[in-house]
Each structure stands twice: as C-alpha cells, then as structure tokens.
C-alpha cells in the first residue's frame, strides 16, 4: 500500500512541472487609400421603386414581375481596386431572396436581385449574404448593374412591400 502510494506520489510530483514554451504570432497587413467612392443614383443610400404590378403577375412561387434596373456607381478607385463587385447582407433573408420587412403589407412575395439588366442572373442568397458579378475598373470607375424585381414565395396578396439590405463593394 505504501508503494502504491509513493509511485502516486512522484508521478503527481513529476506532471505538475511539465510546461510548454511560450511562442508568437505576428500579423501584419497594409492599409490603403479609399479605394471607390460609391453611389446608387448619386445617393449612397438610395430607395429603388419598383413599379406597382398585380397579384394575378404573382400567382405561383417562383414568379418574378416589376422589374427595375438600377446601378451601382464606383469611382476614384485606387489601385488596389482592379476587380470589384457589390456584396448584400439582407436585413431579412427569404431564402436565396431579400425577405420583406415586417412593416409590409403584401404577403408571399420578396424582393429578387439579378446581376446585370432585367434577365441577368439571380444574385444568389446564403445565410443572408449575396455577391454581384465581379466588373472589371478602367480608369478608377465602373459601373454595376444591376436589377430589382418582385419574387413570388406563394400566391401573393396586395399590400406594400418594402424590403432592406446594407452593401459594400468587395475587391476579390
């Protein structure tokens, strides 16, 4: 018994001095210049209207209507901003959709982007995050455009919609 504990002993006595040598990390990065000024309309918080359409234009999921084209204005871009593109964060995802706002009184029915014109591609929304097409500068502006238009979650009922998401332009 005395043996056991005195093996106990020098094993507990043994690990308690066991440490491990401190290391580092360094980050380091650049900070640039501004590198676009950005305007939606010659606002950098713009409201785009889209037009008033009918419940019948909206009968199943899936149907689009309304469709209003928009862009997104960059210039004084540095050099950093060869490639550019516009990045949404949705106040209230709708699936791959800008959800709308609870102060809406339409029922069924989100807000669709596309990249480019109207019959561009859906700007696809995952975990409440959508990305535009990237658009290549010249000269340190660009322009992004981009449509807007009506999406049906269901048979849609007649009412407001409002639907809100912030944006920033990302350089890929």
């Known amino acids: 018994m005395k043996i056991k504990f005195l093996t106990m002993a020098l094993i507990t006595l043994g690990t308690a001095n066991l440490t491990v040598a401190a ?4 980050f380091v990065g ?3 210049a501004n590198t676009c000024t950005v305007d939606v309309g010659g606002t950098a918080s ?8 009918g419940t019948g234009d909206l ?3 899936g149907d689009t209507a309304g469709a209003t084209s928009f862009t997104v204005n960059l210039s004084g871009c540095s050099a950093i901003a060869d490639d550019v593109a516009v990045r949404f964060a949705a106040h209230n995802p709708e699936g791959a959709n800008l959800g709308i706002n609870a102060s809406s009184t339409a029922s069924n029915v989100a807000v669709q982007l596309l990249n480019g014109n109207a019959g561009g591609n859906p700007i696809v929304f995952s975990g409440g995050i959508g990305v535009s097409e990237q658009t290549t500068t010249s000269e340190g502006t660009a322009t992004v455009p981009l449509t807007a238009q009506y999406y049906a979650t269901g048979a849609t009922t007649a009412g407001s919609v409002t639907a809100v998401a912030d944006y920033e332009v990302v350089y890929p």
């Open 46 to 53: 713009p409201t785009v209207t889209l037009p008033t359409v």
């Open 59 to 61: 009968n199943v999921s």
């Open 23 to 26: 290391e580092t990390i360094t």
């Open 30 to 32: 650049t900070i640039e």
